[in-house]
């Protein structure tokens, strides 16, 4: 079983995307057995919200369906993930400044992609669409790097 935790700054829009994109693709493809898939914050500013409108409208539009809670990320869950994929530079900053975290399980999702960036943020831009392609993007080579690296035994 892997554990991987999409990580942005208020866990309303990017990574619970990440994660239930990430999710759709798995049930698609017969793994979903082989995860255990959450996301998190690195900030308390959106904890006990539900996904961003908005973020919940792209998501159905691709027919993607699912929740969230906003939460930010523990201590406990840190240590237990095999992976932490965050969104953008600040994010990983923000997970490389804590104590004691595992420097080597931090990627930022689109660094997987042959074109390495960050996820773009829509909390301003309103642009929705550009961040889904950029996780879908991050998420299909990310589970192509598993798979070449034998992960998924
Ligand atoms: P997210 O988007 O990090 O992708 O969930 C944001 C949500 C909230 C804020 C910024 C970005 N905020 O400033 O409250």
Request: a negative charge.
């Amino acid at each position: 079983m892997l554990k991987i935790t999409f990580v942005c700054l208020g866990n309303i829009c990017r990574s619970p995307m990440a994660e239930l994109i990430f999710k759709n693709m798995l049930e698609k493809q017969g793994l979903s057995d082989k995860f255990e898939i959450t996301s998190s914050a690195t900030s308390n500013y959106e904890t006990g919200n539900p996904i961003y409108y908005l973020a919940q409208q792209i998501l159905s539009k691709h027919n993607i369906n699912g929740s969230h809670t906003a939460k930010r990320i523990s201590k406990q869950e840190l240590a237990s993930s095999d992976f932490i994929l965050v969104m953008d530079s600040e994010n990983y900053q923000d997970i490389m400044r804590i104590n004691g975290v595992d420097k080597n399980k931090v990627f930022k999702l689109c660094d997987f992609t042959s074109n390495p960036r960050d996820v773009a943020d829509p909390w301003y831009t309103r642009d929705f669409e550009t961040t889904y392609n950029d996780i879908l993007d991050g998420c299909t080579s990310f589970l192509e790097y598993l798979k070449s690296n034998n992960f998924l035994k």
